[in-house]
């Protein structure tokens, strides 16, 4: 099973809002990941989770806040979105990314977030 | 330079055909290489993983990898209309902790 869960399935949010975004995976991961995707594009990593810490932010800025509540949960709380954030929120999660073996890095997606700013 | 290069495209074959798409990487010691399948509007699906020299097949498709050339291709063979896609070519460069490099990808357009 490399089933990654995600909702809501799309999003439509003005600018002064606050909503979250979820991630889910079952399949002992203790990597999870999240990523921006706009048209025509390809993904463009935010942040990595590593054991339930943040190991890597990708100078995203504060108005997005991850959050890992627990080693099968991603949370990307939004504030104060600008419309540019429009795009399609990925989640991914693969086994580790500390062990270095090459097998621990494959990395599944769920169906994604798709946020409409207005 | 770019640190993963594709061409984007679109690559157009008949169906029945090999479809042979293409990826350049520019870290030498990158030791993991993936390639993922996405459909218009939907999350990209990791289709092949190779790690170590040669080629893996997988059903229909090929993963061939060349270190020393830093090159990686996917052939998909009796190409089908439903392969239609953008092919994602990504690499995790050497001391990146599992950090993947996406190419721009490639849109495979195969017609019937």
């Known amino acids: 099973d490399t089933e990654v869960t995600q909702t809501p399935k799309h999003l439509v949010m003005g600018m002064t809002n606050k909503k979250s975004l979820k991630c889910e995976q079952h399949?002992?991961?203790?990597?999870m990941y999240w990523y921006k995707q706009k048209a025509k594009k390809p993904p463009e990593l935010m942040f990595v989770?590593?054991?339930?810490?943040?190991?890597i932010n990708e100078s995203v800025p504060s108005r997005f806040s991850p959050e890992c509540p627990n080693s099968s949960l991603l949370n990307l709380h939004l504030h104060a979105l600008q419309p540019e954030d429009s795009a399609l929120y990925l989640c991914a999660s693969s086994q580790d990314k500390t062990s270095g073996r090459a097998s621990s890095y494959e990395q599944y997606f769920g169906p994604g977030t798709r946020l409409t700013v207005t | 330079q770019k640190e993963v290069e594709q061409n984007s495209g679109p690559l157009s074959v008949p169906e029945g055909a090999i479809a042979s798409l293409n990826c350049t990487y520019s870290d030498r010691g990158s030791q993991s290489f993936f390639w993922y399948r996405q459909y218009s509007g939907k999350s990209p699906e990791l289709i092949m993983f190779i790690y170590s020299n040669g080629d893996k097949e997988d059903g229909r498709f090929t993963a061939q990898l060349n270190k020393a050339s830093q090159y990686v291709s996917l052939l998909i063979r009796d190409s089908q209309p439903s392969d239609s896609a953008t092919y994602l070519c990504a690499v995790i460069p050497y001391n990146q902790g599992g950090k993947l490099i996406f190419g721009q990808g490639t849109e495979l357009s195969v017609k019937p």
């Open positions: 399949m002992g991961h203790r990597a």
């Open positions: 989770y590593s054991y339930e810490k943040l190991s």
